[in-house]
């Protein structure tokens, strides 16, 4: 029926903003003295997507687990194939909580395994770092992370809405998911901690929270958006 294929094509576009925009996303980054980094990341999804996601089950392929679960998991396996990653390790901690940990030797090489060769996302040097990611590389984000490339997504994305405001992003998305979405949406944040193999000297667009700490903190509409750059540095010695 087109009434179903219509449908279909709403649910899957639906889920794609789900699963990046419904989250409160913690990532603890540990930089050691090589230039290794360990990764552990707690992901909390809000009641109101889960909700939305069983709603939307019956238009979706049969199968005992819930979409959250099955994505969450296939993310951890696509980590654990990858031979730039170490110790890759994805639980599930709560009802709608999730633990994904990992360690790299080093940045470029992963972005290379993801085939970004000359990454301008991250710079590192041995007593630094910084992130910056604007329209002009997003498409290196692209291509390490596909799922942002999947065209159920791209038109809720940065690319498709450039100049557009948080308060006609928020209309689009109340139109897509009703009254509670965006709210939800607004209140999506992700969180970076970082610490670094020496004494912070000084950072950019964080806050240094310690001897060797920084937090590094931004809406996830901002991202969705990108209408500014998201950027931040750190220096130690």
């Known amino acids: 029926m087109v009434y179903h294929r219509d449908m279909r094509r709403f649910t899957i576009a639906a889920i794609a903003v789900i699963m990046l925009s419904s989250c409160t996303v913690t990532e603890d980054l540990s930089i050691n003295g090589t230039g290794g980094i360990a990764s552990s990341t707690d992901i909390s999804v809000e009641k109101f997507f889960t ?7 019956e238009f979706l392929p049969e199968d005992n687990s819930s979409i959250m679960d099955n994505a969450i998991a296939s993310f951890g396996d696509g980590l654990a194939n990858m031979a730039a990653i170490n110790d890759a390790e994805t639980v599930k901690t709560g009802e709608r ?8 030797d080093d940045i470029d090489s992963l972005m ?7 990454q301008t996302l991250f710079e590192k040097t041995e007593s630094s770092l910084s992130f910056f990611l604007d329209m002009n590389n997003y498409g290196e984000l692209k291509q390490a992370v596909p799922f942002l490339a999947d065209p159920n997504f791209e038109v809720y994305g940065p690319e498709y809405n450039q100049g557009m405001s948080e ?3 928020l209309e689009m998305i109340s139109f897509l998911l009703g009254e509670e979405g965006p709210d939800a949406i607004a209140n999506g944040t992700v969180t ?18 310690g001897d060797s700490t920084i937090t590094y903190s931004f809406p996830i509409i901002a991202f969705l958006l990108l209408n500014e750059p998201l950027s931040f540095s750190v220096e130690w010695q």
């Open 112 to 118: 290379a395994e993801f085939g970004v060769e000359n």
């Open 192 to 209: 970076m901690n970082i610490t670094v193999p020496g004494t912070v000297t000084g950072a950019e667009n964080a806050e240094i929270t």
């Open 51 to 57: 909700d939305v996601l069983t709603d939307f089950a």
């Open 97 to 104: 909580e999730y633990h994904i940990a990992f360690s790299i």
């Open 167 to 169: 308060a006609e992003y």
